[in-house]
T-cell receptor
Framework: SAVISQKPSRDICQRGTSLTIQCQVD?????MFWYRQQPGQSLTLIATANQGSEATYESGFVIDKFPISRPNLTFSTLTVSNMSPEDSSIYLC?????????FGSGTRLTVV | DAKTTQPTSMDCAEGRAANLPCNHSTISGNEYVYWYRQIHSQGPQYIIH???NNETNEMASLIITEDRKSSTLILPHATLRDTAVYYCIVPVGNTPLVFGKGTRLSVIA
C-alpha cells in the first residue's frame, strides 16, 4: 500500500494565522482527500483534492477557509486560514488505492 | 455510502475473540463492506474488506451474512493493542469514505 507522509505532525498556532499542511505520497495516486477530526468526534470529509483543477469541497467547507493545492499525483497541501480555536482538530489526508483507502498519520492542530 | 449501524461500544477480555457487528441493510449488490480502525491519535488503519464471501487476513476475519445485510468483524485473539474505534463502511464506487461513529472496543486485561 502507499506510504503517506504528513507534515507537520502537530502544531500550536495563534488565532488569526494560517497553517499549511503537506501530504506526500510515495506513489502516484489519482484520488486524494482531506479530512478533519474534531476532538472526540469521527472523521469529516473536507474536500477531494483534484490534480490540475480546483478541489471539490463538501458542504460546510469553503475554499477561502481551506485552500487546497494538488500540483501533481504525489503531493497535496491543505491550508487552514485565519484560524480560530474552533479549528483545533486533527487533519488527515487519504488516498484511494485498488483495495481501499490509506490514511496519513494526521496533523494535530491546536489554535490558541 | 450505504448507511451502517454499529454498537457504540464493546468490551472484550484480552485473549478472547472480539466480535464486532455491523448492519448495512441498504447495501447494493456490487458494494463492498470495509472495516477500518483508529487507534487513539493515529490515522485510520485498513483492516479488511469483502463483497459476499467470508474473508480472512492476518489481522481479522470478516463474516458477511448470505443476504449481505449485516457483517461481523472477528479479532480472534484480542490484545490490549486492539483497543480502538472500529468503523464499518460501505463506500459507493471510488467516492471517499464517509465515517460514522463506529464501535469503541476496549480490550481488558
Amino acid at each position: 500500500s502507499a506510504v503517506i507522509s504528513q507534515k507537520p505532525s502537530r502544531d500550536i498556532c495563534q488565532r488569526g494565522t494560517s497553517l499549511t499542511i503537506q501530504c506526500q505520497v510515495d506513489s502516484q495516486v489519482t484520488m486524494m482527500f482531506w479530512y478533519r477530526q474534531q476532538p472526540g468526534q469521527s472523521l469529516t470529509l473536507i474536500a477531494t483534492a483534484n490534480q490540475g483543477s480546483e478541489a471539490t469541497y463538501e458542504s460546510g467547507f469553503v475554499i477561502d477557509k481551506f485552500p487546497i493545492s494538488r500540483p501533481n499525483l504525489t503531493f497535496s497541501t491543505l491550508t487552514v486560514s485565519n484560524m480560530s480555536p474552533e479549528d483545533s482538530s486533527i487533519y488527515l489526508c487519504s488516498v484511494a488505492e485498488n483495495y481501499g483507502y490509506t490514511f496519513g498519520s494526521g496533523t494535530r492542530l491546536t489554535v490558541v | 455510502d450505504a448507511k451502517t449501524t454499529q454498537p457504540t461500544s464493546m468490551d472484550c477480555a484480552e485473549g478472547r475473540a472480539a466480535n464486532l457487528p455491523c448492519n448495512h441493510s441498504t447495501i447494493s449488490g456490487n458494494e463492498y463492506v470495509y472495516w477500518y480502525r483508529q487507534i487513539h491519535s493515529q490515522g485510520p488503519q485498513y483492516i479488511i474488506h469483502g463483497l459476499k464471501n467470508n474473508e480472512t487476513n492476518e489481522m481479522a476475519s470478516l463474516i458477511i451474512t448470505e443476504d449481505r445485510k449485516s457483517s461481523t468483524l472477528i479479532l480472534p485473539h484480542a490484545t490490549l493493542r486492539d483497543t480502538a474505534v472500529y468503523y464499518c463502511i460501505v463506500p459507493v464506487g471510488n467516492t471517499p469514505l464517509v465515517f460514522g461513529k463506529g464501535t469503541r472496543l476496549s480490550v481488558i486485561a
